[in-house]
């Protein structure tokens, strides 16, 4: 009779258990484990090239030296592929930027360094364009860049993701000067 009490006993201590470290895991999965977006910051290194010659014909070439730093808030690193940042003006692509396979580790900062080249074929006829160089004086583009990967938890748990970012840059012709602004968004797959 007493180890059948004893068993009783020993099941409803380990159920309790278990039930505490289900209850425990799933609130820290909803809260502290939480999937959160990087904050990334495009910020130019130097112009690396700048050339404009408006007669006879219109030629524009700018090559930007990019680094793109990228803070990773999760407690899982992230793994991703070869990637392509596609820049445009006004809805037009006009230059790509290689990104190389890397690692984000977790909780950590993580630098990427690109440069684009901007050329002017794209963009010679577009009278906008012409008229943001020559008044205005400062031309926006946009990029747009998706990076597959995938997310690594504590060592253990392996997931797909995907990775959308989307920038603002606004080049200042007069002061040669880029600034620029970003949004990006995680979502596993």
């Avoid at 290194?45 to 219109?58: A, D, G, Q, R, W």
């Amino acid at each position: 009779m007493a180890s059948h009490r004893g068993w009783k006993i020993c099941a409803t201590v380990t159920g309790i258990l278990l039930i505490t470290i289900l209850v425990v895991l799933v609130v820290l999965f909803l809260t502290v484990f939480k999937l959160k977006d990087p904050d990334i910051v495009a910020s130019p290194i130097n112009l690396e090239s700048y050339h404009v010659i408006v007669f006879p014909v219109i030629k524009f070439n700018v090559s930007i030296g990019i680094l793109i730093t990228v803070k990773n808030r999760n407690y899982g690193s992230f793994k991703y592929d070869n990637s392509t940042a596609h820049i445009s003006y006004r809805g037009k692509v006009i230059a790509e930027a290689p990104l190389e396979e890397g690692t984000i580790p977790s909780h950590k900062n993580y630098n990427i360094t690109t440069s684009m080249d901007i050329l002017a074929d794209k963009l010679a006829f577009d009278p906008n364009f012409q008229r943001d160089l020559t008044t205005v004086g400062v031309v926006n583009f946009t990029s747009h860049t998706v990076v597959h990967g995938k997310g690594s938890m504590l060592k253990i748990f392996h997931k797909k993701a995907l990775s959308h970012t989307d920038c603002n840059i606004s080049i200042t012709v007069g002061s040669q000067t880029v600034d620029s602004a970003c949004t990006s968004s995680v979502k596993l797959k």
